[in-house]
């Protein structure tokens, strides 16, 4: 069961992470990678915040819920590879500032979403 829940979980999460990147490509254009940045930041929140209703919050379905949301949805949104392939394309394209400026953006501000979602969901 646990394998249909992540097979499930990771399709959808995976259209999640292109209507998510399209629509910031959409809005901000394609000169940074800013689409892997919002589904990189966006899905770290989420990860800190549903690990923590589902490990404090939820009863006996919180094995499953795991599978489906946390391994699943979140595992199929989430972008490091394309993260690394973008900053890839950056640095041999000589944009070592942009580069830069991805890895940090990237590390700073998933740390910091995962840290709110981990004490948004004590909060509640």
Request: hydrophobic share 55%; proline share 2%.
């Amino acid at each position: 069961m646990n394998t249909l829940l992540i097979f499930l979980g990771a399709g959808l999460g995976g259209v999640l992470r292109f209507w998510t990147s399209q629509a910031v490509y959409f809005l901000l254009g394609r000169q940074f990678p800013y689409g892997t940045l919002v589904v990189n930041v966006t899905g770290s929140f989420a990860m800190g915040f549903l690990f923590i209703l589902i490990a404090e919050r939820v009863g006996e379905i919180a094995p499953q819920l795991r599978s489906l949301l946390l391994i699943g949805v979140l595992g199929g949104y989430t972008t490091f590879s394309s993260f690394s392939v973008e900053t890839m394309s950056l640095i041999e394209n000589g944009a070592w500032t942009s580069a830069v400026l991805n890895i940090v953006m990237n590390v700073i501000l998933c740390l910091a979403a995962t840290w709110i979602g981990l004490e948004l969901g004590r909060q509640l």
